[in-house]
């Protein structure tokens, strides 16, 4: 199983990107999860999408992300809106004990 994360990047405050998450090996309609970790902090969780598509978040993006998935493209996604600077971090997907290599998003003020 390989998982490939990319879209991240530099954006401003206020600003959005959609990073996507790559699958091979596994189908992704399963229980999918994104995680991030900042500098110098522990990786949290962010968001996850079950089986049947329900999706639960962190209570520090709830309302500005959205996860959703592509089964046809086996990809997973993250759609972060109205970005903060706290939301600056490497991102990663996973699935099962599977983790993606992760993509740095920076948020400027």
């Known amino acids: 199983v390989q998982l490939q994360a990319s879209g991240g990047g530099w954006v401003q405050a206020g600003g959005s990107l959609r990073l996507s998450c790559a699958v091979s090996g596994t189908a992704v309609s399963t229980v999918v999860g994104w995680h991030r970790q900042a500098p110098g902090k522990q990786r949290e969780w962010v968001a996850a999408m079950t089986i049947g598509g329900s999706t639960t978040y962190a209570d520090s993006v709830k309302g500005r992300f959205t996860v959703s998935r592509d089964n046809a493209k086996n990809t997973v996604y993250l759609q972060m809106d109205s970005l903060k600077v706290e939301d600056t971090a490497v991102y990663y997907c996973?699935?099962?004990?599977?983790w993606g290599k992760g993509t740095q998003v920076t948020v400027s003020s």
């Open positions: 996973k699935i099962r004990k599977f």
